[in-house]
């Protein structure tokens, strides 16, 4: 990570900010990766020997959790990074075929960058918006309901610079570096704008209220199952003879005790 002494003074603060944060210095390690990864737009080796360096940990450890989390991307990554859910339920919903489209129309495979470096393609597994089949996201930040049409239009708006608004959540995107800068704990103050539940989400309350249903009352103690013993009561006696369990009894002949171990281990 080639730094000017300026920027490495700040970055170490930045650093040294996050590691505060935390009672062990070793649970900054997940932040202070999404840091570097704003500094260069990935976590490189340099990236990796810096965590190291600010925690007190090997090398090998911390490339470890680089390479086990997904959100970090271990070569420079474009402006935007595109990412189309191709699990099962976006899958059959056009996930695939959005994917492969957009494949052909940029010109790239999975996890690579258009020549201009404005766009990364991947396919992504769930991000828990099912009900939105098929999702995309652009730097973590939500698409619903897409389609190979939107979709295209979608990226040729990003790489033609215009302004482009996620369906839900902030209002307004940033690019990659950006949203690796808020992941490490630097927020730009979007959290509190727009809206994070839509129209799929909120369905079963819109028809809840159209109907005028409400949740039973919760009452005081649960109801005692009919014939049920409470606890602490003394366990019932004996059957009487007569009964299928005093029968039961009766019947079957009572075991013999297992045999001990003779000497020398044989029975």
């Not at 300026?6 to 202070?32: C, H, K, M």
């Not at 090398?59 to 402006?79: H, I, L, N, Q």
């Amino acid at each position: 990570m080639a730094l000017s002494d300026e920027r490495r003074t700040a970055l170490e603060a930045d650093a040294g900010q996050i590691i505060g944060r935390y009672p062990r210095s070793r649970s900054a390690l997940l932040p202070l990766l999404h840091l570097v990864q704003a500094e260069e737009g990935y976590v490189s080796a340099d990236g990796i020997a810096f965590c190291a360096g600010q925690l007190g940990l090997t090398e090998a450890e911390v490339t470890a959790v680089v390479s086990f989390y997904t959100m970090y991307k271990r070569r420079p990554v474009g402006d935007y990074h595109v990412g189309v859910c191709t699990n099962a339920l976006c899958a059959v919903m056009g996930g695939d075929a959005i994917f492969a489209d957009l494949q052909r129309h940029l010109g790239v495979g999975n996890d690579e960058t258009t020549a201009d470096g404005k766009v990364t393609l991947e396919h992504l597994e769930c991000n828990a918006a099912c009900d939105y089949a098929p999702v995309m996201m652009v730097n973590w930040e939500f698409f619903d309901d897409m389609t190979p049409h939107s979709a295209r239009e979608l990226v040729d708006g990003l790489r033609a610079g215009a302004d482009v608004a996620p369906t839900r959540g902030a209002p307004r995107l940033c690019t990659w570096r950006q949203a690796s800068r808020i992941l490490a704990g630097f927020p730009d103050d979007q959290a509190a704008q727009g809206h994070t539940a839509g129209h799929a989400t909120l369905a079963g309350l819109r028809i809840a209220k159209e109907h005028g249903w409400e949740p039973p009352a919760a009452s005081a103690a649960p109801a005692a199952r009919p014939g049920a013993a409470s606890r602490g009561t003394a366990s019932p006696g004996p059957a009487k003879a007569g009964t299928p369990k005093a029968s039961a009894a009766k019947a079957s002949p009572a075991r013999a005790p297992r045999p001990g171990p003779v000497e020398g281990g044989q029975q």
